[in-house]
């Protein structure tokens, strides 16, 4: 990766906060840098200059022409670290021989350097990603990295002392009110897209994080109607509305209208959005993760990159201390570490974005951590934001409020009310199904061959586009285009499959015995459909081997 900064110090804290450090763990590093090379990379141990008869930088040289070929054993200090034992030399050598690179690059250096310590001091490395003082990394260091032969009291506080002028200088403050973390939060739910009209309820476990993938870095694009903040959406293709593909998340933070950065609430935290797509384990949407989208730009603009960064980082917070949920992987990750855990498609947002300006999801969840003592949510559109005592109604609809049998604090009192009515369902104070005695009404799953036929018609774009649409309304993207290209190399699109709708007390076992004849067969319906479990849903369409 390119190093980004105006001179060493800037490059290597943007390196070090890319590589998961922490603002405490990050300057306790380059505090024991600075002591031992200045953080010059191609500095050589002072005392062997006159011995060897080399400055820093012919010293250099002389090792990268192979004029001076005595340097893995000559015991001098050098670079960064002030590498000195023979082995620890001959491997930055030899890495910086295999990257055609001089031993005295930066860029070299701070590879060998993570590579040391992520690989041969583990238990170093995860303190510079855990520490909670500066004073605590840097002991790490001083004592089981650089280990000096002098490491008394008065070392441990000179290279802390150094250690803390980085973190004044460079350490991320949150953007704050007083003495509270802020977030520009407000509220448009999208009560018009199919993911909110079905409803499904769930119980925040974990947050997923996205950024859209797309150069549009204003909310209007996604969230409508205008609310007079937003801005008009010329083209009228925000999510609020009845839309060909199955796509929804709990929320967006972009530009509004004037510019400013803002957060929209678009589906009730507590309920199942439709924004992960499914991995080798299952499905996030369906294990309790709350995804919400960062509106992209061109990926270079670091003023604005900061502001979206702060405002996920509150957003975050909020959410975690309101669903006692943990700021760390596995409860806190995004599209792609999703993925990595088999819980989501194969997406690499957001780590094609962060690291271009010095961070990645291991410094997001420290700052969240941060943050959580001291977050508080702002802004007033479209409803109240901050957390309040949810009300469970029993009611046959939700528009049908004379029908209401009751309103409890309890959900499992409004489970039990609702058992008591047939008919009756539990409604959450956003009017959505939490609970019904009725059969599910889960969004119907298309075909593939259904799909093929759509996305021939064009209705679910092309490219990028295509495989993301697919992929996060829960399809598979390469079966789907397999089916395309035979349907266009076969010039046909006719089913080579019977269809059936499920009805509540259905199984698949009892599916395959009444319409194949055998219950044996089930596993034939599960991997025609293309399903990641056997939990199916009245009202479902599935194929049938003929």
């Known amino acids: ?317 909020y959410l975690c201390k309101t669903y006692n949920i943990k700021p760390e992987s596995p409860t806190l990750i995004c599209h792609s570490e999703g993925c990595k855990l088999g819980i989501a498609s194969n997406h690499g947002d957001v780590m094609h974005w962060f690291p271009k300006h010095g961070k990645s999801m291991d410094t997001f969840s420290a700052d969240v951590k941060a943050a959580m003592g001291t977050v508080s949510a702002g802004g007033t559109a479209g409803g109240s934001t901050g957390t309040s005592t949810e009300m469970y109604r029993v009611r046959k609809t939700w528009a049908d409020a004379a029908s209401q049998k009751g309103a409890y604090k309890n959900l499992e009192y409004a489970k039990t009310c609702a058992n008591q009515n047939p008919g009756y369902s539990v409604f959450n104070s956003s009017g959505a199904v939490v609970y019904s005695t009725t059969a599910a009404t889960a969004p119907e799953k298309k075909t593939v061959v259904q799909l093929a036929d759509e996305v021939i018609d064009g209705k679910w774009g092309n490219g990028d586009a295509r495989k993301k649409a697919l992929e996060a309304a829960g399809y598979s993207y390469a079966e789907v285009q397999a089916a395309v290209n035979a349907k266009l190399a076969g010039g046909t699109r006719q089913e080579d499959y019977a269809t059936y709708t499920v009805v509540k007390g259905d199984s698949l076992w009892l599916i395959a015995k009444q319409k194949l004849g055998n219950g044996s067969r089930w596993p034939e319906i599960r991997t025609l459909n293309g399903l990641t479990s056997n939990v199916i849903y009245a009202g479902q369409k599935l194929k049938l081997p003929k």
């Open 1 to 317: 990766m390119a190093l980004t900064g105006t001179n060493n110090e800037q490059k290597i804290w943007n390196y070090l906060k890319s590589k998961g450090l922490n603002d405490c763990g990050a300057a306790g590093l380059m505090g024991n840098l600075y002591a031992e090379s200045a953080l010059r990379p191609t500095n050589l141990q002072n005392s062997y200059e006159k011995s060897l008869g080399f400055t820093d930088d012919s010293y250099t040289a002389a090792v990268d022409s192979g004029s001076y070929g005595n340097f893995v054993m000559d015991k001098a200090g050098y670079g960064l670290a002030q590498w000195t034992y023979w082995s620890r030399k001959q491997n930055l050598q030899e890495y910086a021989k295999s990257a055609g690179k001089s031993i005295g690059d930066l860029e070299i250096q701070l590879g060998f350097l993570y590579k040391e310590l992520s690989e041969g001091y583990k238990s170093v490395f995860n303190a510079m990603k855990t520490a909670t003082t500066v004073r605590e990394a840097s002991d790490a260091v001083l004592l089981q990295y650089e280990r000096p032969a002098n490491q008394g009291t008065t070392v441990q506080e000179t290279r802390a002392k150094y250690g803390q002028t980085y973190f004044d200088k460079y350490a991320k403050k949150p953007a704050t009110e007083g003495s509270k973390t802020k977030m520009n939060l407000h509220k448009l739910i999208f009560v018009n897209n199919a993911c909110y009209k079905a409803g499904k309820a769930m119980t925040p476990k974990g947050i997923m994080v996205h950024s859209t993938g797309a150069e549009n870095p204003w909310l209007k694009r996604y969230v409508g109607p205008d609310d007079g903040l937003l801005g008009k959406n010329q083209y009228n293709n925000h999510w609020n509305q009845a839309m060909d593909r199955q796509v929804c998340v709990h929320g967006f933070i972009g530009k509004l209208a004037d510019g400013t950065i803002a957060t929209y609430q678009t589906l009730p935290w507590d309920m199942v959005g439709w924004h992960s797509g499914s991995g080798s384990k299952g499905n996030a949407n369906f294990l309790g993760y709350i995804g919400f989208e960062i509106c992209e730009d061109d990926l270079t603009d670091a003023t604005y990159f900061k502001k979206v960064y702060d405002e996920a980082v509150a957003l975050c917070a």
